[in-house]
């Protein structure tokens, strides 16, 4: 899967000033990709509803289904699995395409170190660049035959290795390294623990517990003991609330008299660090029906229109919000006064270098900005135009794509937005779900 299916390659988008109505975004990414993950390794049936149908989940599915896990998909958002148990799976015998998918990658590698069969992990052009021995590192700590190529993709990966535990030290707050090592603790000789300088996301731990498996978090450190079998789960997966934040922006910027109200959406504390910064912005956001659905909390929220002003994002919040900020610049450009975000640098390595991406765009439609190697600093416009119109790059990247949509709300003229095809990695029907609220995207 080295070409994204989908046949769209830009995105025209005409300035519209306000959007209205309901909306739900599709399932969340993160917890669709762990739930084949631990599904498969489960024993007997597991059955995921509200699964995200997207290209990085479809590429997890594949590969299940190519390590011998039988998976039925009744419809796109219904997957069945067949839990072959902790010993079960089997060598694919191929390279496994992983396609744009970060996490794909990564909960892969430290899952297959621990198998007794031989893999290779590849992935598209964006992936291929990205850094892999944060992953490789700790999982040869635990004795693991992880090998990178100069330090991305191809990941080769040796079998029949055994694990040991391991007490590690984190450098980067990743939510993907620590969930690769949990994973691979899953087979080790006795308990593996990681600490990290700050909180990420959380999902492995809370779907391990569902799956029966003592996984123990203290402050930064989480500890996971090697259990005997994984429960089979029944799972509904909440909206995405990293897609929910193109609407959560949208909202804010142009929702007409009553708001615009987003379903389903995961609230994960883990997740939300861009509802904190966007209401210490002014942002007028409510939370109705909190919920749980399974392990994770879910909810509604309704956006009201709301005037907002610059702030020094604390940087304690970054991996909180680490996949908003492209959508959280546009905010920023909208707001009256300077926002400065530092303590980012992760976002030059996601699936594309996010701050030169965003940099180059706000170049382009006349946004005054300071380039920072680990943020950047906006100078908003809160009254009429903040943005002119023009032609903007992706870089291959479905955030960059779509937060750039959002930007037609405010935007004098036409916005062209070149290689939107990976936006079906996370969020395939966005044209739809935009044209129904009242953007103009074709
Ligand atoms: C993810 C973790 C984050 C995030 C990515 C999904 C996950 O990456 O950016 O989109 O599902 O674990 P890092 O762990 O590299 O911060």
């Known amino acids: 899967m080295t070409a994204p299916s989908s046949p769209v390659r830009d995105f025209l988008v005409q300035p519209v000033r306000q959007v209205s109505g309901t909306l739900t975004v599709p399932g969340d990414k993160s917890i669709s990709h762990r739930s084949l993950m631990l599904s498969g390794l489960a024993e007997g049936l597991s059955e995921v509803t509200g699964f995200l149908a997207s290209e990085d989940c479809l590429a997890t599915l594949n590969a299940m289904r190519a390590l011998g896990v039988p998976i039925e998909q009744p419809s796109a958002t219904h997957v069945l699995i067949q839990g072959v148990g902790l010993h079960g799976l089997k060598g694919a015998g191929h390279p496994l395409d992983m396609g744009n998918a970060g996490t794909a990658m990564r909960l892969l590698t430290g899952l297959l170190a621990a198998q007794n069969f031989d893999s290779r992990l590849v992935g598209d052009g964006s992936l291929m660049k990205r850094p892999m021995e944060r992953v490789a590192k700790p999982l040869r700590a635990m004795g693991a035959d992880v090998r990178t190529h100069a330090g991305t993709p191809p990941v080769d990966i040796g079998g029949g290795r055994r694990l040991h535990g391991i007490d590690y030290a984190m450098p980067v707050a990743s939510a993907q390294v620590k969930s690769a090592i949990l994973l691979a603790g899953l087979y080790a000789d006795g308990a593996t623990s990681v600490t990290a300088p700050a909180v990420s996301r959380d999902h492995s731990e809370r779907m391990l517990l569902s799956c029966g498996v003592r996984v123990v978090t203290l402050g930064l450190r989480t500890t996971v003991f090697p259990p005997q079998r994984l429960l089979g789960q029944r799972l509904n997966v909440p909206g995405d609330f990293s897609s929910a934040a193109f609407f959560i922006v949208a909202g ?191």
Request: proline share 5%; net charge negative.
């Open 252 to 442: 804010l910027l142009g929702a007409a008299e009553g708001g615009l109200l987003i379903q389903n959406v995961g609230m994960n504390p883990t997740r939300t660090g861009l509802m904190d910064i966007l209401r210490s912005m002014g942002a007028d956001i409510e939370i109705r029906d909190a919920r749980e659905s399974g392990a994770e909390p879910v909810a509604d929220l309704l956006v009201r229109a709301s005037p907002l002003a610059g702030i020094e994002v604390p940087s304690s919040l970054v991996p909180l919000a680490i996949d908003e900020f492209p959508v959280l610049f546009i905010a920023a450009a909208c707001a009256s006064g300077e926002t400065l975000i530092t303590g980012a640098e992760e976002l030059r390595v996601k699936e594309s270098d996010r701050i030169a991406a965003m940099g180059a765009g706000f170049t382009a439609l006349g946004v005054a900005h300071e380039v920072l190697p680990d943020g950047m600093r906006i100078a908003g416009r809160p009254d009429g135009y903040a943005f002119g119109g023009g032609e903007i790059d992706s870089h291959g990247d479905h955030r960059i794509a779509m937060a750039f949509a959002v930007a037609s709300l405010r935007a004098a003229k036409p916005l062209l937005i070149r290689d939107v095809a990976n936006v079906a990695t996370s969020f395939p029907d966005f044209v739809g779900v935009a044209r129904g609220v009242g953007l103009d995207l074709a």
